[in-house]
C-alpha cells in the first residue's frame, strides 16, 4: 500500500514539473539560438580580469549540459578566445542557471536558489582565474 502512495506523489510530482522543465528547456534553446558563437568572439578582449567575468555571465544565461558546454569550449578555443574565459564560461554553464532560475526557487525555495547561483557565479570567475594561473605555472 505504501508503494502506491508513493507511486502517486511521484507521478504527481513529475507531472507538476513537466510544464517547468518544458519552459526551462525551450529558454535555454532560444538564448543559444539567439547568441551564435560566432558573436561571442567580439565580445572577449584577452583581459585576465574582464574575460572570466563575461564568460561566467554568457555562460549563466545560456546554461546547458556538460556535453554541449565541453564543445562549445573548444571551438572557442579554436575561435582565438582565452582559455581563461572559456573555462569561467564552462564551470558557469554547468553550475549556474539564471535561465532555470524560477523552476529552482518553486523546487528548492527562492532564499537558497538564489544564493547557491550567486555563489556559483562568483566562484566560476574564481575558479577559472585559479586553473588557468596554475597550468600555466605548470
Known sequence: MDIRKSAK???????????????????IGLFNALFPKRYLTMIFRHN????????????SVFAGNPINSYIIGGELL?????????????????TVGFVSLPGEMLFLGKKFAILRNVLAFIFSIIIAIVVVSLMRVL
Open 48 to 59: 585576465i580580469f574582464a574575460d572570466p567575468l563575461i564568460g561566467a555571465t554568457l555562460g
Open 78 to 94: 579554436k575561435q582565438g578566445i582565452s582559455l581563461v574565459a572559456v573555462t569561467a564560461f564552462i564551470v558557469s554553464w554547468v
Open 9 to 27: 506523489k511521484a507521478l504527481k510530482s513529475i507531472l507538476f514539473a513537466t510544464p517547468i522543465i518544458t519552459g526551462v528547456i525551450i529558454l
